[in-house]
Every structure is written in C-alpha cells, then in structure tokens.
C-alpha cells in the first residue's frame, strides 16, 4: 500500500504562506464499523494548522464518516485521535467545547428552522462559549456581512435561498472561533447557480489561512484552494498529494479510474 500521509504540506496556490509543520488534528490508526462493514480502515491522518485539505472519493467510501468521526458524531473502535494535542473528549461540556472547536457545514445546511438567522448565529457563542448577548449579536453582525447575509439577520431559514442558507451556516461555524472547519459536501443540494457563491465565500476563509477540511466535488475549487488532497475509497486513505501531484499524476489506480470518472 502506498504511504497514506505524506506529512509536510504545500502552500497551496492563493497566495498564503507555507503552512508550518503544526500539526491540528491528528488521527492515527483509527478504525470505525458501522456492524459487519469496515468503513473507516486504518486512518491515519494529519491536518495542520492553517492547512486546506480537500477530500475527495467515491460516494460511500467514508468521507462523510470521517468528518462526523473527527467531530465525535460517530464513534470510533480503535486508534487515536487528537485537537490540538487533546484526546477527543467523550461527553459533558468538553464535548460541546470540542464541537465548537471542530465547526461543522453540512450538504444540507442543517440551521435551527424555528431560530431567526441572527439567532442561529448567535446560540453557540452565547450557550457554549458564555460571550455576553451584545458581543454575540455584535460579532454575528459582523460575521453576516462577511458572508452577505447580513440584511436577512431578521429572515428565518426557509425565507432564504439555499445558498444564503449555507452562508449562514459558515457564519455560525466561524462565530464559535473554531480551529478547523468541516465541510462535508456544502454545495451539493445547492442550485448550480448558487455553488460560487459559497465556494466564494470559502475560498475567502481559505485564503485568510482557516484550518479546512472539504469533503467536495468542485475540482476548481480544489486545485485553487487545497494545500492537499485526500483520495478515500474503501474506507481508506489511498493517497494524499499536492492539488497538481494528485490532479495531474495520480498514483493509485483507484485514483485514476475516479478522476476518469469525474474529470
Ligand atoms: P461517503 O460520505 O464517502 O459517501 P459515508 O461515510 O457516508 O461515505 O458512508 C460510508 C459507508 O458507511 C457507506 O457504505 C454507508 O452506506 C455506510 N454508512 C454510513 N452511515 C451509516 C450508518 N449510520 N449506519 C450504517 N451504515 C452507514
Ligand atoms: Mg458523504
């Protein structure tokens, strides 16, 4: 099998610096069934600070799996994972911090339906985090203007489109000060003209040097914004590269009959 983490990363092509060797989120060995099905293999795995990283594969392969693992969505079996040097936490109110830390954007945007948009954004900070009412609704403000919703504040979820949805959605991640951010597949329920409005908004985090995690199709988006890719089949990572390494010479013969696929 080839090496699964190749460890230092590249810079990626939006200009930022190098990222450091700072390793962030750091999974080893780990192993995860869902009853007979081994659906997360050996997974070792290290996302830096400041580090995109896109992860890309067949549909069923684990991605989604390993995002809601590192965000203790799931249970795991056996293996190590760490934030930040931190051993996940299991339960209680470190497992909320860790859900803070670790901020999560879903393919289905997953806001509060019954929460005003101010609202939704303002929940996390003002329940997990204890920020006073005015500097939470301050810094949503804030947070909204950066993803353009801003003069829906008032608006509840289904008044927007998806697309406004999913901008909410980011903001709400970001008003927790997360460390890293994870994407699992955020523009895939959108309209086709809604996805660069997103994908724009995350290019932006990108580039301002957000630790990311983007489970996604948008090849575009990921040879602009990743520092690395992750290629998943079968529960395992197969390979990991540069944007251009894994784009234009895949290794694995799995890797090359996906982009096959998809290219
Ligand atoms: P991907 O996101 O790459 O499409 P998933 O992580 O969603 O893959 O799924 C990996 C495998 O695990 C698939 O075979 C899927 O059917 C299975 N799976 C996912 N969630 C569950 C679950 N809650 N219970 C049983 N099987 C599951
Ligand atoms: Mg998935």
Redesign the pocket.
Known sequence: TPPADLGAPSSGSLGRPPVPDDPLVVLSGVNKH??P?H?LRDIDLTIHRGEVVIVI??????????C?TINRL?TYETGTITIDGEPLPEEGKALARLRADVGMVFQSFNLFAHKTILENVTLGPTKVRRVGAAEARTRAMELLERVGVAHQAEKYPAQLSGGQQQRVAIARALAMDPKVILF??PTSALDPEMINEVLDVMTDLARDGMTMVV?THEMGFARKAANRVVF?AD?QVVETGTPTEFFTNPRSERAKDFLGKIL
């Open positions: 869902f009853g099905l659906v594969g067949p549909s069923g392969s684990g991605k989604s799996t390993l809601r799931e699992d597949e489970v998943m529960g």
